[in-house]
Antibody, heavy 121, light 107 residues
Framework: EVQLLESGGGLVQPGGSLRLSCAAS????????MSWVRQAPGKGLEWVSA????????YYADSVKGRFTVSRDNSKSTLYLQMNSLRAEDTAVYYC???????????????WGQGTLVTVS | DIQMTQSPSSLSASVGDRVTITCRAS??????LAWYQQKPGKVPKLLIY???TLQSGVPSRFNGSGSGTDFTLTISSLQPEDVATYYC?????????FGGGTKVEIK
């Protein structure tokens, strides 16, 4: 059974930093790209970032480019999102999601974690 | 970047009604389109990928169609458990943009 467990959310001041983690299990982690998707309170889904299975390729939404960094440790089956220079508008539930291929672009997601709340205030 | 526009933003229909949600891409994306369902307080769930392929376990009353720039999600007979917000997402290339969502309620 695929399981994705996010952690690392919390309250942070504007301009601060936070690192989210997503521990994966139930599948061969290195064979699949992973994404981060966020949802501000009462709002829709916003794709944030993706990383290929090998970590060779990374992709970002314009809204976070230059501030957020996605990475993964395939030996630990863990996905990360380093968030710097946080703004109030980054407040959201952050979901990690598993792609159906190893490619971060050109692939949809089929499993989602439960999410972790980041509040910038 | 390609924009994804969903309509309507919300709708109310009776049980048994046929419901149609549209998603329009600002440029052609072939059939690289997925639909997700998010029930209140829950995590999004994949319904349809490649524009029209039903994800395993999804009821057959859900149908996806379209290619290029115009896509449709149809619920052939709305059920109470279909109350949710539905999102389209393009995935031909990054950014993997979502539509704004369509909230479906029971009348």
């Amino acid at each position: 059974e695929v399981q994705l467990l996010e952690s690392g959310g919390g309250l942070v001041q504007p301009g601060g930093s936070l690192r989210l983690s997503c521990a994966a299990s139930g599948f061969t982690f290195t064979s699949y790209a992973m994404s981060w998707v966020r949802q501000a309170p009462g709002k829709g889904l916003e794709w944030v970032s993706a990383i290929s299975g090998s970590a060779a390729a990374t992709y970002y939404a314009d809204s976070v480019k230059g501030r957020f960094t996605v990475s993964r440790d395939n030996s630990k089956s863990t996905l990360y999102l380093q968030m710097n220079s946080l703004r109030a508008e980054d407040t959201a539930v952050y979901y990690c999601a598993k792609s159906v291929t190893q490619y971060g672009s050109g692939s949809y997601v089929d499993y989602w974690g439960q999410g972790t709340l980041v509040t910038v205030s | 970047d390609i924009q994804m526009t969903q309509s309507p933003s919300s709708l109310s229909a009776s049980v048994g009604d046929r419901v149609t949600i549209t998603c329009r891409a600002s440029q052609g994306i072939s059939n690289y389109l997925a639909w997700y369902q998010q029930k209140p307080g829950k995590v999004p769930k994949l319904l349809i990928y490649d524009g029209s392929t039903l994800q395993s376990g999804v009821p057959s009353r859900f149908n996806g169609s379209g290619s290029g720039t115009d896509f449709t999600l149809t619920i052939s007979s709305l059920q109470p458990e279909d109350v949710a917000t539905y999102y389209c997402q393009k995935y031909n290339s990054a950014p993997l943009t979502f539509g704004g969502g369509t909230k479906v309620e029971i009348k």
